[in-house]
């Protein structure tokens, strides 16, 4: 069965902290892997990894791939109250354009 | 502004009430996708519908149909509510080409069943 999962599934850290958000996965003929962010309100896209080792970058958010082992990372530096939310993982597959969604970490920053 | 637009973006009615909710994909974008989010939940895929044919179900229930209009504009059909069936309706879409799997998300319809 393909299955994604993230850990942790909440985390609480203190503004100014870098964070690091795992997810893995297992499935069938992988084409990519997304991370979306989501407060309280729609998910919003962040990044999209197809390669191994190549990290993506956006301001203070980072990303990157491994998939000998079947997994990404979401770095976080620096954080902020705003970085606080759900953070959404999901991978596709050849065979299909769905997404397989895993069950998100929680994001607190306190003040 | 991810580009997709959801009416309504409101919506209180009674159990065993039928409801149709819109969803207007990004200009372009042929593949509309349907989800349902529950209170503190994760996002359940409901349906999946591409150039006016559907492509795949997920947990969408009986009493749920949608479908895809020529103009690509999709409606999600709730007949029958109970309780249970309130959550916030998401719809998604996503592009023709390289970039298929990134789906853009529209603002949410949140249903309250009464």
């Known amino acids: 069965e393909d299955k994604v999962v993230q850990s942790p599934l909440s985390l609480v850290v203190h503004e100014g902290d870098t964070v690091t958000l795992n997810c893995s996965y297992e499935?069938?003929?992988?084409?990519?892997l997304l991370w979306y962010k989501q407060e309280k309100k729609a998910p919003t896209f962040l990044f999209m990894l197809?390669?191994s080792g190549i990290e993506k970058k956006s301001g203070r958010l980072s990303s990157i791939l491994d998939k000998k082992e079947l997994f990404s990372i979401l770095n976080i530096t620096a954080t902020q109250t705003g970085d606080s939310a759900v953070y959404l993982c999901?991978?596709?597959?050849?065979?299909?354009?769905?997404?397989?969604w895993g069950a998100g970490t929680k994001l607190i920053i306190k003040p | 502004d991810s580009g997709v637009t959801q009416t309504p973006k409101h919506l209180i009615t009674a159990t065993g009430q039928r409801v149709t909710l819109r969803c207007s994909p990004r200009?372009?974008?042929?593949?509309v996708y349907w989800y349902q989010q529950s209170l503190d939940q994760g996002l359940q895929f409901l349906i999946q519908?591409?150039?006016?044919?559907?492509?795949a179900k997920g947990n969408i229930l009986e009493r749920f149909s949608a479908q895809q209009f020529p103009d690509l504009h999709s409606e999600l059909n709730l007949s029958s509510l109970e309780l249970g069936d309130s959550a916030l309706y998401f719809c998604?879409?996503?592009?023709?080409?390289?970039?298929?799997?990134?789906?853009?998300f529209g603002p949410g319809t949140r249903l309250t069943v009464l």
């Open positions: 998604a879409s996503s592009a023709r080409g390289a970039d298929t799997n990134t789906q853009y």
């Open positions: 200009s372009g974008d042929l593949s």
């Open positions: 519908y591409y150039n006016g044919e559907e492509r």
């Open positions: 499935v069938t003929n992988f084409r990519s």
């Open positions: 197809t390669s």
């Open positions: 999901a991978v596709s597959m050849d065979s299909n354009y769905q997404l397989i």
